[in-house]
């Protein structure tokens, strides 16, 4: 194992390649086999229905795993939680290319996400160790662009393969890229976790998601997230079966979804400048404006015209500028808001001093005598935090890490398209 390598100033093009890979490849596997989900479902001699249902599961097992993840590479540092998911990733599509029936391809579909969960929450705790806090935010500046046009690209390229081969083949793709980054990952990624700054409270971390559960701020911006997802899931399961039914061939199906992305995208860029001047809570407000006006007009649409596809394209889009809002503004006030000892997010660390540096983390307008939240360094924490100690001199220091903050899931799958966090970045 290769020795722990102190921060760096500039990312290799391999170290470079290993995280972007790492980052966008559970997102990619969600929606590269889209365009073939019928000729899998004649395949496997089932209804198309029964394929779309696989997602559901996939999506549940992308989020669960970003749970332990976290945890465990605090306690056994990062690669191991690397070496071992992306390997189940691999085998697990493999799985996916050649099920015997559709019980086995949903199984390998969870497990697909069980195993490329590591890359969501572990590359950015790496991005948090190896780095400094303007190298790490230039890092994740050019990651999320990445993350942030995978909803696009893996339709794109997944209707060509399918077209071009089988529907097997955006499997056998997602397969290759999870081996060739095991590879590279096993040779060229160093161990970034020091073993004196390992921690084994598991226990202790448990019981803070606990506590994540009882509170209301997590709930309160945590439905925002869920109403965002229930419309735009529904949209990637039924719509392939819809373009199918308006004559869309296989490769041009791919290109429905870019426009959707290119959406979100306007949304997440309008919502960065516009966060510098205006309180979260009343971005939101405005954001389910639009949303809600997008989503009643498709309703609308699709009982007097369902078959046009054009207007149901672009109603998607204005639905997906309101939820281009939502997913980063939520996930920013759930991370400021939440008055628990571990609110310090190791993982997303690289994130959360992306935000102090470019002034989001400023103080929000509130109430006279309410307490203003502030940045900590190496973290985002919220200023009355109960049992989180204070940096010392030393701790404080330049290059310096706090050993025992726990490296919790990132905003990951809570917000699919996770260029959100580009948000908070202007590199």
Known sequence: MKPPTPPRTKPSPMMLAILISLSIGGLMSSD????????????????????????????????????????????????????????????????????GDITVFTAARLLQALGAGAGLVVARAMIGDLYDRETAARVLGLIMPWMGASPAFAPFIGGYLTQWFSWRAPFLFTAALAAVTVVAALFGLPESRPHAARTRRLRETAGNYRKLIGSPGFWRYGVNLAMGYAVYTGYLVGSPAIFHRMGVSTAANGYCYILMSVAFISGNLVSRRLVKSTPIDELLTRAHLIFAGGALAFL?????????????????????????????????????????????????????????????????????????????????????CRGLPRPSKADSAPGRRWPNLPALPGPGVLARTPAHSGLLLDP
């Not at 690669?79 to 050649?98: D, E, K, M, N, T």
């Not at 959360?352 to 005598?369: A, F, T």
């Open 32 to 99: 590269i086999n889209l365009p073939g989900m019928n000729l899998t479902a004649m395949s496997l001699g089932v209804p198309v229905s029964a394929v779309q249902a696989s997602f559901g599961p996939y999506l549940i097992g992308l989020l669960v795993a970003q749970l332990p993840y976290g945890p465990l590479s605090d306690a056994h540092g990062r690669r191991l939680p690397i070496l071992v998911g992306f390997s189940v990733y691999a085998l697990a599509s493999l799985a996916c290319a050649f099920p």
């Open 300 to 384: 609308v649409f699709s009982l007097y015209s369902p078959l046009n596809l054009w207007p149901m394209l672009i109603l998607m889009a204005v639905v997906n500028v309101g939820n281009g809002f939502i997913f980063p503004l939520s996930v920013a006030g759930g991370v400021t808001g939440f008055p628990l000892p571990w609110c310090g997010i190791r993982s997303a660390r690289g994130v959360s001093d992306g935000w102090r540096n470019r002034g989001v983390l400023h103080r929000q307008r509130q109430p006279e005598g309410q307490p203003k939240h502030e940045p900590v360094r190496d973290g985002v924490c919220d200023s009355r």
